[in-house]
């Protein structure tokens, strides 16, 4: 599992996240619309979650139905 940001980033891009994980697995660039979640590298610590000030990010097993494909989007950005 892993956690994985959604929607609210977008437009957002605080990066409070990127500061509090402890295994630096969130990545942008700023061509990018949000920050991602690397979930082979996330060590699932939940330190993200509460800093961020738009709640834009859950556990994959809690992310919102209208977001689900955020799940993929996350995953994506480290497949290219
Ligand atoms: Fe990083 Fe922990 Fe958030 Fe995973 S849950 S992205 S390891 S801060």
């Given at each position: 599992m892993a956690y994985v940001i959604c929607e609210p980033c977008?437009?957002?891009k605080d990066a409070s996240?990127?500061?509090a994980c402890p295994v630096d697995?969130?990545?942008s660039?700023?061509?990018?619309?949000q920050y991602y979640i690397d979930p082979?590298?996330?060590?699932d610590c939940?330190?993200?979650?509460?800093?961020?000030?738009v709640n834009a990010i859950?556990?994959?097993s809690d992310v919102p139905a209208?977001?689900?494909?955020?799940?993929?989007i996350n995953a994506d950005y480290y497949n290219k």
């Open positions: 977008i437009g957002t996240c990127v500061e697995c969130i990545h660039t700023d061509a990018d619309p082979n590298t996330c060590i939940g330190a993200c979650e509460p800093v961020c000030p859950y556990a994959e209208e977001w689900q494909n955020y799940i993929q």
